[in-house]
């Protein structure tokens, strides 16, 4: 509903219904969000960096948290946590890692990583290090061995595209459609499959992860590809950030699965590789992450992947961690793309690819924390939103520097000589400390100098020392700080020296962390308070951050909706209070209104979804839903014949077609643009759901709606559709029948 017609809702309503309901606005305002005046270090998933740690157990990567976050990275990346094929009589030597992409069953937990408790509780002790922890997620394919898939997919009718091995790895349909190295292909097609590879990664979510990678997602069709509308169901699982594995080569038509999600660069790395071979990296060669058409922000760099190292060809396991080191700061300096550190074996490198000091679930080797990465991550995290300059100072390729904005720079000697820096520069005139040496580099007229030690990275930015201070208060939200009485807060300070706190324009008082006081004492309805919380460290650098609570309005109201199934010409909702059955209006209770998209809707005190009002709907000509005891009172409830109508996900816009008679199934189809997008699949598009009146519903992403889609109604496996030429214009929540809007 737009905002117009809720405001002419309310009017029509205020004259018709007099003081049964109390009228207020709520704005959105009223809400008001943390006001941070000094920005908090906070970086997004995609903007921060991920720490590969493979094979490591779940209670391994809770154990290390600390120096996770003490090396800087954002996120954690697991190995497949699915069940799996217990290879080799379950020995642990990283040999037999490559059967954790053999899944029998997606439930969590399998005997190389731990059980889905020690999951839940690594997400738990991430939370508490602001760590986001992202799953690697086999959904193309089971194990080869057909007796070890669990009977729980081998139920699911038609579950596999078989066991066909891939032969022409130049044709799409052989790479999506056929099996990789005769693992079985799990038919991503089918909806049951896709609703149970769903909600694998639903129950993943709820256990505390926040992202995904997705395994082999070259080999499933995109949407549209051979019927297949897979992505845009999986992808909706309510995770933060979600990136494909798309090795890049002439069928994998990445940029396509970036607009979808982020994709690796494995060509890049490619490229990085042979700039660590060859000891020189071309500014040309370094900028240019080969990948056409993808926005450089959706992609997933990496120098290696756990591929590139762990398979037999073994790709990249000749680099020392010198090679690794130099290659990280190239690619972790620049301004795009989310670097993903592949955590090796302890001891391996130098072409040693197992060499049996650590084994399955253990910690890899200390290089994710070694200073010159942490420095490098830091950097990356601190010059978010910088603009990315790259050169080879003075024409020397054994050189390369990142410079961002004016700000910082990486320089990267891959030669084995020292190299005397003396370079133009875009970084302001001052002096910059090393973040990995000490040393010390001058920039005076737009001119750098300083010394770079041969096979060796300098960070160059002016760092906050580890001890500023931050403030919070404890269980504050983003955006929704409603209170309904004065209320008590905790208040916290880290690495303060001295802290205060301020009340609106009060007075400034000390607290010290874990103080608590009242907010909120004498506040009427709809007004708010502020909360400013002030802290010194010990670098003397003070932080300053404000905290609003909104007083909860009692006069608050909601709505809800009926979908009127049998298009009744009026609608009244008769309710009642369930706990003292006293009347809210005699029957037939009160007129709803028809709103833009056909539901007929009434706003009520918001108090009602939470005083157990119960609702009946009638035309007042002797039909009514439900027959006897009203539907429970829900806040922005819809209801249809039975009950409330599902509630839509985020981000998602439901529309309904009514069942024109006597259809079992009806199918949408959607297209929009030019050349013409059709992202719910080829003709006749994707099966909608079917309610308990008979008629049909699917949950579409808004930005649809947004982008001027038009659909086409059809009974699978006929003739029929609705409309016969040029589709429907699709409305958000948008209820149809045959001849269109209703
Ligand atoms: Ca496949
Ligand atoms: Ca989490």
């Not at 999986?234 to 090795?247: C, D, R, T």
């Not at 990486?410 to 302001?428: C, R, Y």
Request: proline content about 4%.
């Amino acid at each position: 509903m737009s905002l117009r017609n809720k405001v002419n809702l309310k009017k029509k309503m205020k004259k018709g219904l007099g003081s049964l309901l109390v009228l207020t606005a709520v704005s959105a305002g009223a809400f008001a969000q943390a006001n941070a005046v000094k920005a908090d270090e906070q970086v997004s998933m995609k903007e921060g960096t991920v720490l590969h740690a493979w094979c490591w157990s779940f209670n391994t990567i809770k154990d290390n948290m600390q120096a996770i976050k003490d090396a800087g990275y954002t996120s954690v990346q697991t190995s497949p946590i699915n069940q799996v094929v217990v290879g080799n009589g379950g020995n642990k030597s990283l040999k037999n890692w490559y059967y954790q992409y053999q899944p029998t069953l997606h439930t969590i937990g399998n005997y190389q990583l731990g059980t889905e408790e020690e999951f839940k509780e690594m997400n738990r002790v991430a939370d508490q290090y602001g760590i986001k922890i992202i799953v690697d997620a086999v959904l193309n394919h089971t194990t080869s061995d057909y007796n070890q898939i669990s009977p729980e997919i081998k139920k699911i009718p038609n579950w596999t595209h078989g066991n066909k091995e891939i032969k022409n790895w130049n044709d799409r349909y052989d790479v999506t459609q056929n099996a990789l190295l005769g693992l079985y292909d799990l038919n991503t097609q089918n909806p049951q499959i896709q609703q149970y590879l769903l909600n694998f990664l639903k129950t993943a979510v709820a256990d505390g992860a926040d992202g995904f990678r997705y395994d082999t997602a070259k080999h499933i069709e995109l949407p549209g590809e051979y019927g297949s509308n897979f992505w845009n169901v999986i992808l909706n699982n309510g995770s933060e950030f979600q990136y494909g594995e798309v090795l890049q080569d002439s069928i994998s038509h990445e940029a396509d699965y970036s607009k979808l999600m982020s994709v690796t660069a494995s060509n890049y790395g490619n490229q990085i590789r042979n700039d660590l071979k060859d000891k020189r990296a071309a500014a040309g060669n370094l900028m240019n992450y080969q990948a056409q058409g993808v926005d450089p922000s959706n992609l997933v760099t990496w120098v290696e992947s756990h591929d590139t190292y762990a398979n037999d060809d073994q790709v990249s396991t000749w680099m020392s961690d010198d090679d690794i080191r130099l290659g990280w700061s190239m690619i972790t300096a620049r301004a795009k793309g989310t670097p993903l550190f592949f955590s090796r074996p302890v001891g391996g490198g130098n072409g040693t690819r197992f060499p049996g000091q650590s084994q399955i679930g253990d910690a890899g080797s200390d290089l994710y924390k070694d200073p010159t990465v942490k420095a490098v991550n830091k950097f990356h995290n601190a010059m978010v939103g910088e603009s990315e300059y790259i050169r080879n100072p003075n024409g020397d390729e054994q050189v390369a520097m990142i410079e961002r904005g004016n700000k910082g720079a990486v320089i990267v000697n891959l030669g084995n000589g020292d190299k005397q820096l003396n370079s133009d520069t875009k970084l302001a005139d001052g002096t910059y400390t090393d973040q990995v040496s000490g040393r010390q580099f001058n920039v005076s007229n737009g001119h750098i100098t300083g010394n770079v030690s041969s096979r060796s990275s300098v960070v160059l930015y002016d760092a906050k020392p580890d001890g500023t201070a931050q403030v919070s208060i404890d269980g504050y939200k983003e955006g929704d700080n409603s209170i309904s009485a004065a209320t008590e807060v905790t208040l916290k300070a880290k690495n303060a020296e001295s802290a205060t706190y301020k009340l609106d324009n009060g007075q400034e008082v000390a607290f010290q962390d874990g103080d608590k006081i009242t907010v909120g004492e004498g506040l009427e309805a709809g007004q708010s308070t502020s909360v400013t919380l002030t802290a010194t460290g010990a670098d003397g650098q003070a932080i300053t951050k404000t905290y609003t609570f909104t007083m909860k309005d009692p006069s608050a109201e909601t709505n809800i909706y009926f979908q009127n199934p049998d298009n009744w010409s009026e609608v009244y909702a008769y309710m009642y209070s369930a706990k003292d059955t006293k009347l809210l209006g005699a029957w037939p209770g009160t007129k709803m209104t028809k709103d833009s998209t056909g539901r007929y809707t009434i706003s009520v005190p918001a108090s009602y979804a939470e005083e157990g009002v119960k609702v009946i709907f009638t035309n007042n000509q002797g039909s009514q839903f439900p027959q006897k005891e009203g539907f429970d009172l829900k806040a922005e409830g819809v209801y249809s014949k039975s009950g409330l109508v599902p509630a839509v996900p985020a981000g998602k816009t439901r529309v309904t077609f009514d069942n024109p008679g006597g259809w079992d199934n009806a199918n949408v189809y959607l297209y929009y643009g030019n050349p013409v997008q059709t992202p719910l699949g080829a003709w006749p598009g994707t099966q909608m759901t079917k309610d308990d009146a008979g008629n049909f519903y699917l949950d579409l992403p808004e930005e649809y709606a947004d982008a001027n889609a038009k659909i086409i109604f059809n009974q699978p496996g006929t003739s029929n559709q609705f409309p016969y030429s040029v589709g429907f214009d699709l409305v958000k929540s948008g209820n149809y029948n045959k001849d269109g809007l209703k």
